[in-house]
């Protein structure tokens, strides 16, 4: 169901990572008060009320899994919702990177190709079960690939969570030291929702009534 409601330009706000209260116009991203996201800016545009459209609110009733992401500083739990990319899934709730240090600026942006959003997948179920053609291009080639590559290592960009995960991230730019486990990587979106842009696979973001772990 679509809502009409009329937003002051001055409330106007560019608003991300998308959420669902949020309203897109040309391009601009708009917030109304009651939403919940941290990162606002003004776009000064300060001119006469506009009206504008809601867009419907995704599946609330969408189920969550849990995934604990363990690093060498300790297991970090957020929940993605079902069929979300996993990397899609630790973007939007901002816990913990699932790119190491530089990577977090320079990566594909989930394409499949840098093959630095890499994680071992300890226990759960995703989509696909098996490695696709790219992903399988992308770990067969360095620094991945070689005798010492876990068999469970996927690239998170490329799965969709459907159930209660445990992963693991090793150390390295790309994720590729084996033998040890990555330090916590804080969670920084520089490019807002153009982070994760690419994934047109992961459902809408709902879920006021959850926190970023899936507490409810
Ligand atoms: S983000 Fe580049 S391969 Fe996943």
Redesign the pocket.
Known sequence: MSTSLVIPKQQRYICYPIQHKCIRLGGTFLATDSCSNRWHFSTGDRDSPSTHSLEPTSDATRQRHKVNWETANGTVQFYALDGETL?TAALRRGVVSPHNGRAQVI???????????AVELRKGTVHPVERQIKEEL?LSLLPHGGVNQPESLR????IQVHSDLEVIKRSGFWGQNYEELSDYNECKTFLGHLEYILDNRSPKETGKDVDKRGNS
Not at 155 to 158: F, R, S, T, V, Y
Request: aromatic share 0%; proline share 0%; with cysteine.
């Open positions: 990397r990566n594909c942006r989930g394409l499949g190709t840098c093959g630095t959003c992308r690239l998170a960009c490329q």
